[in-house]
């Protein structure tokens, strides 16, 4: 048995190299691995650097094996001798992530568009002219709808300023119609207040005297959209930016004197003080 166990030490084969068929390759193709060395050699194993190591049973040297890679990186592979077979040997292999596609081309700009519709002022007055501000670029064939039953149709380089007058207070849906091969229809609505610009005008409170834990009505009369504040005399403040008139509740949750206090913000006017008592 001794004799046995000495010749077989004497004649164990070895692994002396190990190559793989590129040097590279994309994730999820695969490679082959050939191990080369001296026999007898009867198992060798391949630890392939992703975290798969397979021992292979073998009848001798070189054998080639085949594996996939389905993640990206740079890999050490390893072929080890097992058995009646010594030695070891690596190579490396790079796996690459597939290339994404390039992003879509953008869409091509179109040669004449508009971009924007505003006012100058902000908010119309009566019989006085607003400027209708229409920007964009290219020349353009436009159909502007001033929302009070006029119309007007022209060619014309953007951008382009516009004028016209309102005789009614209202708010007027406006409408900027471009015609194809322009692009770029806007619609906004524009406020038209009387002379004097929006204002405060009253200030009304139901019930009064208020009652106790129930809901009092304040009715801010006027014209126009204000932005206004109202101190309701217990410590509480409301701001609001409305269309008047408004209506605001607000609830007492013991009986007293309340002095009650109406503010106009900027671009309003008015101003209102009122006593209530609650009861």
Not at 252 to 267: E, F, Q, T
């Amino acid at each position: 048995m001794m004799i046995w166990t000495a010749a077989a030490l004497l004649f164990a084969g070895t692994i002396t190299g190990v190559q793989g068929s590129a040097p590279s390759i994309a994730v999820g193709t695969s490679a082959t691995f050939t191990v080369a060395g001296s026999n007898p050699c009867g198992a060798v194993n391949i630890d392939y650097g992703d975290g798969t190591a397979i021992t292979y049973a073998i009848t001798g040297l070189p054998v080639t094996q085949s594996h996939q890679f389905d993640k990206a990186g740079s890999f050490t592979v390893i072929a080890r001798g097992m058995g009646n077979c010594d030695g070891e040997a690596r190579t490396s292999i790079v796996v690459t992530a597939p290339t994404p596609p390039p992003p879509p081309a953008p869409a091509p700009r179109p040669a004449a568009e508009v971009t924007a519709l505003t006012f100058t002022p902000p908010q119309g007055i009566v019989r006085e002219p607003v400027s209708f501000n229409i920007a964009g670029r290219g020349r353009c064939a436009l159909v502007v709808d001033y929302g009070d039953g006029n119309q007007q149709s022209f060619e014309t380089e953007l951008p382009r300023r516009l004028s016209h007058t309102y005789a009614v207070a209202d708010v007027y849906t406006v409408i900027v119609g471009p015609v194809a091969p322009c692009v770029g229809k806007f619609t906004e609505k524009l406020e038209v207040v009387p002379r004097g610009g929006a204002r405060i005008t009253s200030l009304g409170i139901e019930p009064r005297p208020g009652r106790a834990r129930e809901a009092v009505t304040f009715t801010i009369d006027g014209v126009g959209t204000c932005t206004y504040s109202l101190d309701f005399g217990d410590g509480n403040t409301e701001e609001r930016t409305k269309r008047l008139p408004d209506r605001v509740t607000h609830v007492y949750p013991a009986v007293g004197d309340y002095p009650i206090l109406l503010r106009a913000g900027s671009g309003c006017s008015g101003a209102f003080e009122r006593n209530l008592p609650v009861r």
